[in-house]
């Protein structure tokens, strides 16, 4: 009695714990489905779409970029998403794209530790993230070759060598120490080759090397040293330069400039005499020829200036008469022969003749005026004048007509 009365009180005690076992157990079920389920699309899409392969970073002088490989047809509709995770936080920095590379552009920061991952995306569809190796900048990017630069003065070789410039940062700001190997050798003799290697504070150096051979020429390249860079390094081009002494060199140039000077003045001979050259030129052709802006006088003609036209000698029948009547009164006052005072009468006969027959005058120009023969007569090829008869047969300017005359 005693027994079962304990096991029926008991019973009521047990109740809660139970209880609190199954809603415990219920919870945890609740969190499993949710934990599983949370991503169920993407889990889905995952299972759907082929990932992108071969994820790498490459980075030479802290310029950065994410290659990839993509399993998927060429002529496929398939997008790429690329980013990177640096200390929890995820940025990206291509979406949406068709090409298999993505350019990270300039990183926040050299230091850090980079976590680069690319996706595949298509109607919706999410491939799972590809993870590339970690990236850290100051250590896994490539230090290209500085720049090197060779000046010769006083029989003295200088090597001027500069830091690579980098895309973040500067070399000197990354690397505790920067030193520079710089091998330096004649031509033609590369396994005489020597190297120094030069450490100086900043972003270059300068290395001087005395006793040089004239007319050698001589070469040299260089290759940066970071203090803590364990990449492959790698030396620049090389660089030659001729040891001509100054003497020589000055006297090379002035021949140069002399020879400059005479071509540059034969020139200028040769276009003056094409513009003006020394046969003169019709006005039309020196007007096509010669610009306005360069001869003013050439296209305009001056106020003084007067138009030329053919001298034109005009003879009256009174002013014949009266030469002849001159002439006879001085041969009546001479006290001479009958003999002499006949010879200038026959003068004048004979050029009375001559007059008689003189040929036409040379034809008129148009657009010309000429002078008046005699009172408001006007000379023309029409009207040539005429002795023989005692009426001037000369044409009145008021009888002209429009075609007897030139205007």
Known sequence: MTNTLKYKSSQPLRGPSVMLSVMSVKLRVLALILFVTKDVTSTYADANLASPQNVKVTSINMATVVEWTS????????TYTARYILRKEKVSICVNTKELKCDVGKLPSVFGCYIFQVRAEVQGLLSEWVTANEFLPNKHTIIGPPTVHLVIQNNTLDVHVQAPVLKVGKLADIFSQVSYIIRYWIEDFSDEAQERKVTEPGEGVKLSIKGLQSWSRYCAQAMVVPKGYKNARKFSDAVCVTNTPVLISCVIAAAILLLLAILAAWLIYKVYRFLYPKTKLPELLKNLIVPTFWNAEVTQHSAHQKEQHDKISAISEDYLYEELSEKYKILEDKDSGLTSALAPIQ???????????????????PNHLYPLCLKDSLFTHLNQPCFTSTRPCYYNVAELSHTDCVC
């Open 347 to 365: 003068e004048v006969e004979e050029e009375y003749k001559l007059l008689m027959h003189t040929k036409t005058a040379p034809a008129f120009y």
């Open 71 to 78: 399993p998927h047809n060429p002529m496929s509709t398939v």
